[in-house]
Nanobody, 113 residues
Framework: QVQLVETGGGLVQAGGSLRLSCVAS????????MRWYRQAPGKERELVAD???????NYADAVKGRFTISRDNAKKTVYLQMSSLKPEDTAVYYC???????WGQGTQVTVSS
């Protein structure tokens, strides 16, 4: 059974930073592409960043230059380093594995102005 557990969310002032982590179990983590999504109140879930099993990364235009996705295959963990946070980054952040289509429970990020 695939399980994804996100941590690291919280309340931060605009301009601050947070690092989200997503630990995977039940999958061969090293072979799957991983993604971070977010969903703000009243909005659809949107893709924030993804990283392939080979380490290639892509970002949504809204977060380019501010967010960095990375992975540690030995720890079965994918990270999202978020810097220069803006109030519009407020959302629940979810990790997702492309191999099995599993989702974590989400972690709340709130950025105050």
């Amino acid at each position: 059974q695939v399980q994804l557990v996100e941590t690291g969310g919280g309340l931060v002032q605009a301009g601050g930073s947070l690092r989200l982590s997503c630990v995977a179990s039940g999958i061969i983590f090293s072979i799957t592409d991983m993604r971070w999504y977010r969903q703000a109140p009243g909005k659809e879930r949107e893709l924030v960043a993804d990283i392939t099993n080979g380490g290639r990364t892509n970002y949504a235009d809204a977060v380019k230059g501010r967010f960095t996705i990375s992975r540690d295959n030995a720890k079965k963990t994918v990270y999202l380093q978020m810097s220069s946070l803006k109030p519009e980054d407020t959302a629940v952040y979810y990790c997702h594995d492309r191999a099995f289509g599993s989702w974590g429970q989400g972690t709340q990020v709130t950025v105050s102005s």
